[in-house]
């Protein structure tokens, strides 16, 4: 192919690939019915409001009295409808002390996580060779998560509380606890131990302490 040629080939990849940002300003999510693969569909421009726009939910910390001692409240598509095809959405994480947000990924987004109270430690593990790499986080320090790595923060701080703002490339980026993923469902004790390498009694007893069966 020709330079010529494949000036104008490139030209309109990047033209077909940024026109759904031009084809209108925003889409508020209409919460009334599902969300689809690419979110929620539109609210009628004329019901539109500037509180659309906006989310004060983040105001307040989240209840921490759990089995993690922690807390995320999001401002995703479903709470947010303004972020609704964006691209973007952002949670507050309250951490009490000791308080822990297990191993997880988030399978449609890249995060990043500014302290604002507090120490906290978190860390990733890549997917190639499993490397890990983790870091104690004071406030003002920012660290960045990349899509669908494992990844986690814990308190560790003594005996005060955390908190954080994490924002993701993503209106919703999903979420998946690898615990709860394992010990919080119906998966078949035998299944779990053949695929962990972990000990029948110690399944069962995560499994009682996290709600599962089976």
């Known amino acids: 192919m020709s330079l010529h040629y494949l000036v104008i080939f490139s030209l309109v990849l990047l033209a ?6 031009l084809v209108q300003d925003f889409c508020i999510a209409d919460l009334s019915h ?5 979110g929620y569909p539109c609210k009628k421009s004329s019901s539109v409001t500037e ?12 209840n921490t009295k759990n089995i993690i001692s922690a807390a ?18 952002i949670a507050r994480l309250d951490l ?8 997880h990924t988030h399978p449609a987004g890249s995060e990043i996580l500014v302290v604002i109270q507090g120490t ?3 860390g990733l593990i890549s997917s190639f060779e499993n490397k890990v790499y983790i870091k104690t986080l004071n406030k003002g320090d920012v660290m960045v998560f990349p899509q669908g790595l494992l990844h986690f923060q814990i308190n560790s701080g ?24 394992l010990f919080q469902n119906d998966f078949p004790t ?4 053949k695929t962990t390498f972990l000990d029948v009694a110690q399944i069962k007893k995560l499994k009682g302490v996290l709600g599962g069966t089976n």
């Open 16 to 21: 077909a690939a940024s026109s759904d940002a």
């Open 34 to 38: 599902p969300a689809g693969p690419a």
């Open 51 to 62: 509180n659309d726009f906006f989310f004060h939910g983040l105001a307040a910390a989240g």
């Open 72 to 89: 995320v409240t999001p401002a995703f598509d479903g709470q947010f409808p303004g972020v609704n095809g964006l691209g973007l959405s």
């Open 96 to 103: 009490a002390p000791g308080g822990v947000i297990p191993l």
């Open 120 to 122: 906290i430690t978190a």
């Open 158 to 181: 003594k005996g005060t509380p955390a908190q954080a703002f994490v924002s993701f490339s993503s209106q919703n980026p999903g979420l998946q606890i690898t615990d709860f993923a």
């Open 190 to 193: 035998e299944l779990v131990a």
